[in-house]
């Protein structure tokens, strides 16, 4: 299996390279069980991002990350969903289009959490920025509430998405064009 060599917060790690099509192919980023790299990521982002008051993620391997960033900042963290569940209330959703996904898929945020955030100070988390679909469907959730999103970040940054302003990464991750 071929493999990309990653180094990042101080860690290193040798992601499988992934067919996404017959063009594509990209380095897998799993942080799912892997908890010192969760843990080390969480601190060194900690420390790139501005103050805040709430951390969102979408339901995506980026749940850990977020978790992790709570837990060290004292601060809480809330999922938009992939779907509605019989708990929330009010839900609010919106569509999103992934690299990693084969279709559109929606996300849902709490009614309730997102009154929490109305006027606050909000830190969109996750693993990995590539197109930044993902980021978009949670802005606009976040713009239903009214939140202050102060910051994007991620533990990596994908292809094309390393060279934009607007986010917060550790690493730069490339694509692999056949």
């Known amino acids: 299996m071929?493999?990309?060599?990653l180094n990042v917060?101080?860690?290193?790690?040798d992601l499988a390279i992934c067919p996404v099509n017959d063009k594509?192919?990209?380095a897998a980023f799993i942080i799912?069980?892997?908890?010192?790299?969760?843990?080390?990521?969480?601190?060194?982002?900690?420390k790139k991002c501005p103050e805040f008051d709430y951390i969102v993620t979408p339901e995506a391997k980026s749940i850990p990350l977020a978790y992790e960033m709570s837990r060290q900042s004292g601060k809480q963290y809330?999922?938009?969903?992939?779907?509605a569940k019989l708990y929330m209330k009010e839900p609010v959703s919106v569509e999103v289009k992934s690299i990693t996904t084969a279709k559109v898929q929606t996300l849902f945020l709490d009614g309730l959490e997102g009154e929490k955030m109305r006027g606050k100070r909000v830190l969109i988390i996750d693993d990995v920025i590539s197109t930044?679909?993902?980021l978009l469907a949670v802005k606009a959730l976040l713009e239903k509430f009214d939140a202050n999103v102060v910051a994007q970040a991620a533990i990596l940054a994908e292809g094309d998405a390393a060279d934009r302003d607007d986010i917060i990464f550790l690493e730069k991750l490339p694509l692999f064009f056949k």
């Open 32 to 46: 799912f069980g892997d908890v010192e790299l969760t843990v080390k990521s969480a601190e060194a982002l900690l």
């Open 132 to 134: 930044g679909e993902s």
């Open 9 to 13: 917060a101080g860690l290193e790690r």
């Open 78 to 83: 809330f999922v938009c969903r992939k779907g």
């Open 24 to 26: 594509l192919d990209i």
């Open 2 to 5: 071929e493999t990309y060599r």
